[in-house]
């Protein structure tokens, strides 16, 4: 069914260094979020901390009236089982192969036999494209087959909350289109509530419900898919369309000078919102909403051409791979 992750005001150090603070949000259950954010600004650790590998300094995170900021380790481990993840390196174990390695949480959290964790284990690779390959090491194969054994093997338990670091980096735009798919098929197939880490700008624009900007140690926003995508916020509308005008720079920020250098040079015009990507089978999912709503309920009019199947063409997504 998924349920609700409510983070409210966390704060993380790691010694003198903040990393971000005073970061709240829900992901509201059963829904797809995405957090973006340039390199650096404590994705990876957001991620972390909620599933407690790291303990923020302030704050809590609430997970069906658990909070994982301060829960004791029995508590921890009991709520851990409600997650599945993948971990932006893939966190293979280098010695197993991929059977083993898809099958080590069954084999270490349930007491099912060896033939139902088969029938789990096989499930789940040919749900990831991955049948065939069961017997191949981590290191004997590229690093897209690499992120999908990570994805079945986050999957085996039948997650409620399922977290994805990176998914389609150093993936090529094809299969990045077929895991999009993916996610979107799966959310609708479990239920579960989703956050995902990227940095490809066509996918955020859409596979998720809900969109979070990480930037300058805080989160700079986060809501609704159509809300950030219409937004005129400069580090939102820079970073959802892939600008260099605007206030982010290489090293995160722009220095004053490069700043004042691109005063008076207008912005370009919002891009079309696109379609949201729907399953495969045609069935919405239960969190999707109908295009534009979010837009009309709010009195925002969207760019123009919004919501068409050429938006879809304008941000990319005729790549889609069927
Ligand atoms: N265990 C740790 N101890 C100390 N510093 C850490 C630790 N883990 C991460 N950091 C620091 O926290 C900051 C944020 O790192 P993080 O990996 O979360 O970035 P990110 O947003 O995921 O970046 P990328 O997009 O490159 O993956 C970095 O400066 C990193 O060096
Ligand atoms: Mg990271």
Redesign the pocket.
Known sequence: MGVDVAVSNLTKR?GK?L?WADVSLTLPAGEISVML?P???????FLKALIGLIKPDEGSILIEGTDIASCSEKELYEVRKLFGVLF?DGAMFGSMNLYDNVAFPLREHTRKSESEIRDIVMEKMDLVGLLGAEFKLPGEISGGMRKRAGLARALVLDPEILLID?PDSGLDPVRTSFINQLFVDLNAQIDATFLIVT?DVHSVRIVPDQIGLLYHKHLAMYGPREMLLSSDEPVVRQFLNAQTVGPIGMSEEKDADQLAAEQGIDLPPLPPIPLQLEPSNGIPRRSQRPPGEWCRLNGITPPPGSFTKEAEHASGASQQAH
Do not use: L, P, R
């Open positions: 790691f260094q990393i954010g390199s650096g600004t404590g994705k990876s650790v932006q990176e940095h």
